[in-house]
């Protein structure tokens, strides 16, 4: 499969001013395989070493910070020199080593032409914490699941080609239009996850695929656990376990008393901050008011988690495959909608979606900026038109442009823009 994170990587190993690169990300969404498949396509060899499964390589790392006799140890255990522009040098599960990952500052300093990359299980966790590593001293790339686009061109190629032709003012054919409709119901229930999206690739079997996603699912439970020393895992899975009630009611904002009844924000705070930094959910702001930048209006204490990954949503949640394939009416359809278009918005889009509800009676479901202007969007996970809150928006504030995503064809009519929902990828036609 092709991730648009290559093109990231490939930017990264050409820049003059190069750091080492930390890629963050949840468990599973290929952080091995993309760095193993970066150092196949574009470096003469890999050196690739697991924190977690060679013990004794620690040991190098405890016994000296000097970067020339590290470079000479681990190229004595892999058997190959370690080269300069010409090897890419991998440290895998860089959480299990803390010296390691603080080696990296005296590598960019000592040792900058050596190309570097590190990742790990949970290490979003880890350097959420300022002290775990040097700031201003790495580069840090975020991997998230396949987007739409490129779970079409891992599955289909024929539909990927018809995606990948559209373009913005242009008129979409039904049929085309029908077909990707098609296809995008194919990925709220198979999802991003890579070892999904291979599977469903390969076998077509929708039950398998559900298999995996259950067998993610209990992963990161197990995590919570594994890391209780650090955390405290009950707290953090009844928040985790609290996502789907939480999705599931009219005004989504995030209840602490849905976690536990009479809870407050202080008991929880700390087990949202872990699952955020793990890359497990993601936490979006609401705003104070429609203004330039959103981040200086965002509100601390008003926010909604989402799931990383709808597939594995749509799993938590228990929703029936026809549920989906059909539009059937389920509880928190429409916030799994959003679900979906937060997840493609994330990675492209140069600032963080935020959303907007200022009282009981109006919410925006994302405010975007983009180019300089603050975009409201509407998201509608059928063919309904425009909500009563959004009406209100266009009237208060008079944006320059508008979008809602549906399932309704591509139709822009003036500062209005309806997009099909698998356009939500596509920052092009915004």
Known sequence: MERSAMKALLDWKNRADRKPLVLKG??????????????????????????????????FFARTKDPKR??????????????????????DEIQECPDALNSLKYFREQAGGVHIMAAGSLLGTYLAEPYSYPVGQVDILHLYPLTFREFLGAVDENVSKIYESLRPDEEIPELFHNRLLDAYRTYMIIGGMPECVSSWSAEKSPNR????????LALYENDFSKHNSRINAARVLMVYRSLISQ??????????????????????????????SSGIVHRMFNVTAPGYPLKSLE????FKLFLLDVGLLKTMGEVENEAILFDKPFAFKGAMTENFVLQQFLGTLPAAPHYFSPDSQ??????????????PVEVKSGHMKQAASFRWYL????????????????????????????????????
């Open 362 to 375: 109006h919410e925006i479901d994302f405010l975007l900026q983009h180019q300089g202007e603050i975009i």
């Open 247 to 276: 999705l599931s009611r009219e005004n989504e904002k995030f209840a602490y008393g849905l976690v536990k009844k009479g809870a407050r924000g202080r008991e929880f705070e700390e087990a949202v901050e872990w699952l955020v």
């Open 209 to 216: 695929v559900g298999e995996l996603q259950r067998d993610i």
């Open 299 to 302: 509100e601390a204490s008003h």
């Open 395 to 430: 009237e208060k504030y008079e944006p320059a442009r508008a979008v809602r995503y549906s399932l309704r064809n591509y139709r822009k009519d003036g500062k209005f823009t309806n997009l099909p929902l698998y356009l939500a990828g596509r920052t092009e036609f915004l």
């Open 26 to 59: 949840a468990r599973q969404v290929g952080k091995t395989w993309l760095m193993k498949e970066f150092g196949r396509r574009y470096y003469e060899n890999t050196v690739y070493f697991n924190f977690d499964e060679e013990e004794d390589l620690k040991s």
């Open 70 to 91: 590290l470079l000479d140890l681990l190229s004595l255990l892999h058997g190959e020199p370690i080269r300069e522009g010409k090897t890419l040098l991998i440290f």
